[in-house]
């Protein structure tokens, strides 16, 4: 077995020709894929290999030397050092057709699937300025800022240009030196409400003075009250979503109304239909589903989420039925007809309709092969990673369920993240 030789640590020049779904660029030296972060495919680039792994290496940019027409100076004056926006250097359209182009490769290699019907990235709102939540952390100074691209240290920040002006006041107002060793930002101007969250240290915790609310993380991760309630808001899609500050909801205020959109437009007529919506949140939606007339059976497996649908739903004068329950475990139940520990309910019959919004890792193949055997006609899937997508893609393929469609939504801005709406049915 012939010894395998190291990649040279000496300056190379090579052509970027592929990109990959963490948003860096691909070149090849000695025949070994080599990811280059700040390139963009069709560059001619100097690069110094940093990393050398057995079937693939890293390097750092060096030079550009032959550039793309798509290449532009980054607004961001922490670029390249902040770890929060890797395609700064792409115009903003560029990267769009970028997120595309990750989509369809990750569903032909990974899903497997001929030919995949990708539709072009959307634009769906601005792509600076759209970013209602951030996650602060400190510096050993006490300044506030980000992590240090792939490292834990951080990089002050006082202004992100990816933050909205809400949050944005929010961090100005708690300033540096509060003593916590995280501070998160929230702002939602729908409904005229701002809130810090403060993760304190082994330092003495200073509580910054503002109009805000003010919450204390507690070492079990939830959060007590110093100031307000700490109760958000915002408004999509012609409906009221509350929830708390220590919760989940989309960070990109006009994105969340491009996935509902995107949602409805995929279910069609859904009026008399039985949908389950699965990883149902606050209901985000469950509520718009349940206003078109469908009969809605929200699945989510956090007790706080659960109870803001239902009040949500309330509020808005619709009828939600909500099962407090993980995911995995509803399916399987219902699929195996096992005891439920509540009283049954209408989430018993086998649904027309099936809209799920799994966490970054996907739903899985027990869950796909779960829904695949109550043979709804339609699975609608919101997925924030192509790559889990395009996996269970690939279970749903094999079970019967052809991708009929697959819209990426660019909910994310100046990073290679991507929000993709997919429809399957039998």
């Known amino acids: 077995m012939s010894r395998r030789v190291p990649l040279s ?50 390097a750092e940019l060096v030079e550009v030397l032959e550039p793309s027409a798509d290449r532009v100076t980054p607004p961001c004056p ?36 001929t030919d995949p019907p990708v539709e072009p990235c959307r634009a769906v709102g601005p792509d600076l300025g759209y970013r209602n939540h951030a996650r602060l952390h400190a510096a050993p100074d006490g300044r506030l ?71 204390l993380r507690q070492p079990d991760g939830s959060t007590i009250a110093l100031r307000g309630d700490g109760v958000l808001a915002e408004d999509v899609a012609g409906h009221r979503f509350r929830f708390p500050a220590d919760g989940f909801f989309q960070v990109n205020s006009a994105g969340a109304g491009a996935i509902v959109e995107a949602v409805l437009d995929a279910c069609g007529e859904v009026g008399g239909l039985l949908v389950w919506d699965l990883y149902a949140g606050v209901g985000l939606l ?12 929200a699945v989510e497996g956090h007790a706080g989420s659960c109870e803001w649908a239902q009040t949500n739903a309330a509020d808005a004068g619709l009828s939600l039925h909500v099962v407090h329950e993980p995911v995995e475990a509803f399916t399987r139940r219902i699929r195996t007809g096992a005891p439920a520990d509540e009283t049954p309910g209408p989430e018993f019959d086998p649904p027309d309709v099936v809209v799920l919004d799994p966490p970054r890792v996907g739903a899985g193949e027990d869950v796909c092969r779960d829904l695949a055997a109550l ?16 996996r269970d893609a690939r279970t749903l393929d094999g079970l019967g369920y052809r991708l009929r469609r697959a819209v990426p939504l660019d909910l994310f801005p100046q990073t290679h993240h991507v929000e993709v709406v997919a429809l399957f049915s039998r």
């Open 9 to 58: 640590r000496e300056d190379t020049d090579v052509r970027i020709d592929g990109f990959t779904h963490g948003g860096e660029g691909v070149a090849r030296i000695e025949g070994k894929a080599v990811f280059v972060p700040g390139t963009i495919p069709g560059e001619t680039v100097r690069v110094r290999v940093t990393d050398d792994r057995k079937n693939w290496a890293r």
């Open 375 to 390: 043979r709804p006609g339609q699975i609608v899937y919101v997925s924030c990673d192509p790559a889990a997508l395009a």
């Open 145 to 215: 800022g980000f992590h240090h691209a792939g490292s834990t240290d951080v990089v002050p920040v006082e202004r992100c240009l990816i933050l909205a002006s809400s949050p944005q006041a929010v961090r100005d107002q708690v300033g540096d030196g509060t003593g916590a060793v995280e501070v998160t930002v929230r702002g939602h101007p729908a409904a005229d409400r701002h809130v810090a969250v403060l993760t304190p240290g082994p330092a003495a915790l200073h509580s910054p003075d503002g109009d805000f609310d003010l919450l």
């Open 286 to 297: 469950s509520l718009p589903l349940a206003a078109a007339g469908a009969d809605v059976t």
């Open 78 to 113: 922490y670029v390249p050092d902040c770890g929060g926006c890797d395609l700064q250097h792409v115009a903003p359209d560029a990267q769009r057709q970028l997120k595309t182009r990750v989509v369809r490769e990750q569903l032909e290699r990974l899903g497997r699937l």
